[in-house]
């Protein structure tokens, strides 16, 4: 037998090894489990990541630990998942930073308005401040299984947002209890409509909101772009994510195990966040071809606008000093920024083209 043959005997061997080890666990329910729930819908990557992520946990743990997840937003938005762990009903999810921030504030600093300006900038920021934050949800209670990255958000409107005069005539989104938006439209002068996301789109049809922000890949996957003509060019924010489960669940776990569970996921969400920036530039391609417009900061010639918006955020940041992070902390994430754009002086806008 050639050697090439013995790999491809070996690969099918390994796959068959994992079908029936997996279809054996599924029989059987596993000593620990894991309920969770996220608003992403059945069959999205989202929850084919932690689907193959659960197989392969029952099958390094020999079916200690498994995971059940509540697709859809079946459990409610994010604040109610938290809710619901709190009562014991659910022991994690799936979040986005607005729901993190519900735990541990300072895990914000990382999606500050008009402060990141790409990818790299992000990873690189995120990186070095990923341990800290873990710890944090530690304290208080909770396990960080993976953290991924949701994506670059960018404004929808129905005109082009071209002045501040223009944004403070639209009735914007704000996704409700969120300080990071508020901070900035109170900058701004903007009075925003507090929504659960899940009311977003019944709400774009009654006109009771006509502006809003989400990502590429959000705008066409919760169908929101049929609602808008414009989308800005310009990213407002990098939205994080995470995947946790409660302490009271995880140490039911054994040691052991624990360890293995920490050493599998991660993989997992990293895979997460690749697709979505994947999703995010064919989602980009479909808005354009939809007949979605993109309207730019700079269309009178100047750097006017995006001076003026730059100026916004950075007075938005420093209010939320004391209530989401401390000096010391916003002080470090910017100087990593820093650091970033002094080692990579090419580093550039991720703008909408």
């Not at 029989?27 to 929850?47: C, D, L, N, W, Y």
């Not at 504030?105 to 790409?118: G, K």
């Not at 909770?142 to 994506?151: A, C, H, P, S």
């Amino acid at each position: 037998m050639t050697m090439k043959k013995s790999y491809i005997v070996l690969g099918i061997m390994l796959t068959a090894l994992l079908f029936v080890s997996t279809s054996v666990f599924a029989e059987k329910a596993p000593r620990v489990m894991f309920k969770m729930a996220t608003i992403a819908p059945r069959g999205s990557f989202m929850t084919q990541v932690i689907d193959e992520m659960d197989a392969d946990i029952r099958l390094q743990t020999n079916n200690e630990v498994g995971v059940k997840l509540y697709y859809g937003g079946v459990q409610g938005d994010e604040e109610d998942v938290l809710r619901k762990i709190r009562m014991g009903q659910l022991h994690g999810g799936t979040f986005t930073g607005h729901g993190l921030g519900k735990i541990v504030p300072e895990v914000r600093v990382s999606e500050l308005p008009f402060v990141f300006q790409n990818y790299d900038e992000v990873d690189y920021v995120r990186q070095q401040l990923r341990d800290y934050m873990t710890r944090q949800f530690e304290e208080k209670g909770y396990i960080v299984l993976g953290w991924n990255e949701i994506g670059f958000v960018y404004t929808y409107s129905k005109v082009p947002i071209t002045s501040l005069e223009v944004a403070q005539a639209q009735k914007w989104w704000q996704w409700e209890g969120d300080p990071l938006s508020r901070a900035m439209y109170d900058a701004l002068g903007i009075t925003p409509i507090p929504l659960s996301i899940t009311d977003v789109m019944t709400s774009l049809s009654t006109k009771l909101i006509d502006t809003a922000g989400i990502t590429p890949y959000g705008a066409v996957a919760y169908h929101w772009y049929e609602r808008f003509e414009y989308m800005s060019e310009y990213p407002v924010t990098n939205v994080q994510g995470a995947t946790i489960v409660s302490k009271k669940i995880w140490d039911k776990v054994s040691p052991e195990n624990q360890k293995k569970i920490k050493g599998i996921c991660q993989p997992y969400f990293d895979r997460l966040s690749a697709h979505t920036r994947v999703q995010d530039q064919k989602s980009i391609a479909v808005l354009k071809k939809s007949g979605l417009k993109i309207a730019p900061f700079d269309a009178d010639g100047t750097t006017k606008q995006l001076d003026f918006i730059l100026s916004i955020s950075k007075k938005a940041r420093e209010n939320l000093v004391g209530e989401l992070y401390s000096q010391e902390l916003l002080d470090r994430t910017l100087s990593l920024l820093e650091d970033y754009r002094k080692l990579h002086p090419d580093s550039h806008v991720q703008r909408i083209r």
